[in-house]
């Protein structure tokens, strides 16, 4: 069941608010908890039954050790938070790595082991990094006063199931027992309406969109000219921002109808300046439970200016083989991760670039790295980024007047009588949307700036009139880019 389907909007959305109300108002915050818990359970197993059976073991499991881990003396705790942290690495490397293991070990010594074909559970990898913070977190400063239904509920909550943000227990379970969270707050239902609906317009009618142009143009990656090789760079730079942002906002927005307010995840990461900066708009619950978990276990920059650049590469490791089980992941992080060593060398020189050169320099490094995050394959990659760096004037005049390239020869995509595959519109929708990243508020600004007057009625009201087109694109709804990782 997608955030983004008419299924969930008009039918599980409506009686799950309803109900957990319903009951809070009858006093019954306990059943009222389990409610939200089979509820996200129903809204898991929609997508596949088999999963429930998966996270159902890994939350029971998790639990007792946590509980295993608060009861028992201080010389165990260790190996039990060891234990606890393998067995969830273990799950998802199983479902996640094990074919990729199986395909290079093939590749390396010329076997023939067969591929298992797994299928990886929705939301596996932030689920993971949920539980492992939740087992350490236990056996640093103890979680024994939680509730197994309030930690089921804190792994399971639906805005957040999926793709996160990736949440931690001292943020999130004091909120399901604030005695004034039971009762629906008029201000919250207004900002999450708000803000969900920003969210579902960046993933319905751009994301979905733009996409079109991304998977249009990494299909047919060798035959690409130069400029189609930027569209379809900055096409996926676009679809990606939107479609993430969007799920997120969305997550903030379904979160405060139940007065839960989740982490901030985006904050206009393509205004950033350095590929530090970057990272603390992009993600942020990932780069902060990287940081938290892994980094400042390793040592971080209080070993030793060499110590600490290792540190940052392998945080971007397994940053890079967290996002997905291919070399073409791997490549991205590493690249990321030397990036941001380079950016701490440059800041030791006292040099500081314009802005605008900074920026520019910043996103064009974002945006031809995506290239390798998309592909299927290392080469893929390198073939459109080659294509990217060799200019023809003849083809960029060809794009413009020969209706021969390959975005025109998609099949018809027409919205309100426009055709969204002819060049003109490519370009200049292109240059819309990334305006729109570089220069505007982004959605949480917007949602803080929310004042409850005539202005904001009439800015709610033309909310509404955007949700009733994003429902009619939904006719073409797609699943959220990172329910893939």
């Not at 996640?96 to 067969?114: E, M, P, R, V």
């Not at 708009?281 to 892994?294: A, E, I």
């Not at 920026?359 to 390198?382: D, K, L, P």
Request: charged fraction near 10%; proline fraction near 2%; aromatic fraction near 20%.
């Amino acid at each position: 069941m997608l955030f983004n389907s008419f299924e969930f909007i008009f039918l599980f959305l409506p009686i799950t608010f309803i109900v957990y109300f319903l009951l809070n108002r009858c006093r019954n915050q306990q059943i009222a908890i389990y409610w939200l818990v089979l509820s996200s359970l129903f809204f898991y197993g929609y997508f596949k039954l088999t999963y429930l059976i998966i996270i159902t073991i890994s939350i029971v499991v998790n639990f007792a050790l946590s509980r295993v881990i608060n009861n028992t003396n201080s010389r165990s705790r260790k190996t039990y938070m060891i234990i606890g942290v393998i067995f969830n690495i273990l799950i998802l490397c199983y479902y996640k790595y094990t074919d990729f293991f199986i395909d290079n070990i093939n590749s390396l010594f010329g076997t023939n082991f067969a591929l298992l074909h797994l299928l990886l559970p929705l939301g596996l990898s932030f689920i993971t990094f949920q539980q492992i913070a939740f087992i350490v977190d236990s056996y640093r400063d103890g979680t024994a006063h939680y509730k197994f239904s309030h930690y089921a509920l804190f792994i399971l909550f639906f805005p957040q199931l999926i793709a996160g943000p990736i949440v931690q227990h001292d943020e999130m379970l004091p909120q399901y027992d604030t005695k004034g969270n039971r009762k629906i707050i008029h201000e919250h239902v207004a900002r999450g309406f708000f803000i969900f609906a920003i969210g579902l317009v960046k993933k319905v009618v751009i994301a979905d969109t733009v996409g079109v142009w991304a998977n249009e143009g990494f299909a047919n990656y060798s035959n690409l000219s130069f400029i189609e090789a930027w569209i379809t760079s900055l096409s996926y730079t676009v679809q990606l921002y939107y479609d993430f942002s969007g799920y997120s906002d969305m997550a903030i927005g379904l979160a405060l109808l139940f007065n839960i307010k989740l982490p901030v995840n985006f904050y206009s990461p393509y205004k950033a300046r350095n590929i530090q900066e970057f990272w603390k708009k992009w993600h942020m619950t990932l780069n902060r439970f990287l940081t938290t978990y892994v980094y400042f276990p390793l040592g971080g920059s209080h070993k030793g200016a060499f110590r600490t650049y290792i540190n940052i590469l392998i945080i971007f490791f397994i940053s890079g083989f967290w996002h997905g089980a291919g070399w073409n992941f791997i490549l991205w992080g590493l690249l990321h991760g030397f990036a941001s060593v380079v950016v701490r060398l440059f800041s030791r020189t006292g040099i500081k670039l314009p802005y605008l050169l900074s920026w520019f320099m910043t996103f064009q490094f974002v945006n031809i790295t995506w290239v390798y995050f998309r592909a299927t394959s290392i080469e893929q990659a390198n073939t459109i980024i080659a294509k990217m760096f060799t200019p023809n004037m003849v083809a960029i005049s060809n794009f413009f007047t020969e209706p021969h390239t390959n975005f025109v020869q998609m099949e018809a995509f027409n919205i309100l009588g426009l055709s969204f595959s002819n060049p003109i519109v490519i370009v200049v929708g292109l240059l819309i949307t990334l305006v729109i990243a570089f220069t505007a508020l982004n959605s949480i600004q917007l949602m803080d700036k929310l004042k409850f007057n005539w202005g904001a009625i009439i800015y709610t009201q033309f909310m509404i009139a955007l949700v009733l087109v994003s429902i009619y694109y939904m006719q073409k709804n797609s699943i959220f880019l990172y329910f893939n990782f």
